[in-house]
C-alpha cells in the first residue's frame, strides 16, 4: 500500500516530513547538504536553532555532487540516533541527479530515515516507489504540467507521520 497526500505545495510537503520525522518519529539528528531548497534548508536551521535537532551538512563536491563517503561517515559518526537524511534528487541550480538508491541504500544500512525532495523531477523520471529505498518523497504539480497550489507528498507504508494540519478528515485523516 502507498500513501500519497495532496499538499498546497513542495514547500507543504518537505515541511511536514522534516516536522513530522521530529515531533512524531523521534529524530534527534537530520543530514542535509548546504544545496538544498530552501524549503528544506530554512525548516532544518529553525529546528536546529530551536535545540530541536542536531544538524550535521554533508560534503558537496568540487563538480556538485553529494560526497557519499561522507555521507556513510556521517551515519557512522550518529549511528544508534534516530535520523533522518533529506536530500534533494535533482539541483534546481545546477541540475545535478542524486543517485537515490546508493543513498537509500546507505540509509537502510546505518537506520536512518531517508526523504528527497523531487520536485525537480517527479513526472519527468521514472521512480519505482516499491524497489526505490526512500520513506518519503516531495513533489509539485506544476513543474510537471499540473496546477500551481498543488504539492504532493509520499510517504512508505512502514512508517507514520501525524497530520501537519489538524480539523476534517481530508487526505486518509492527514490534513
Known sequence: ???????????ESSNTIIHGAVNDMGCTHLITSPIEHHATLHTVEDLSARGAVQTSYVNVLSNG????DDLEALLREHEGE??????MHANNEIGNLLD???VGQLCLDHGA??????VQTVGH???NLRNTPVHFITGSAHKFHGPK????????????I???????SQERNMR
Open 82 to 87: 534516530k535520523t533522518l537524511v533529506t536530500l
Open 113 to 118: 530515515l531517508f526523504h528527497s525532495d523531487t
Open 125 to 127: 523520471y521514472p521512480i
Open 65 to 68: 555532487h553529494i560526497d557519499l
Open 100 to 102: 537515490l538508491e546508493a
Open 162 to 168: 501525524k497530520p501537519f494540519i489538524h480539523g476534517g
Open 149 to 160: 497550489g498543488v504539492g504532493l507528498l509520499y510517504v512508505n507504508e512502514n512508517v507514520r
Open 1 to 11: 500500500r502507498v500513501l500519497f497526500r495532496s499538499t498546497s505545495c513542495g514547500t
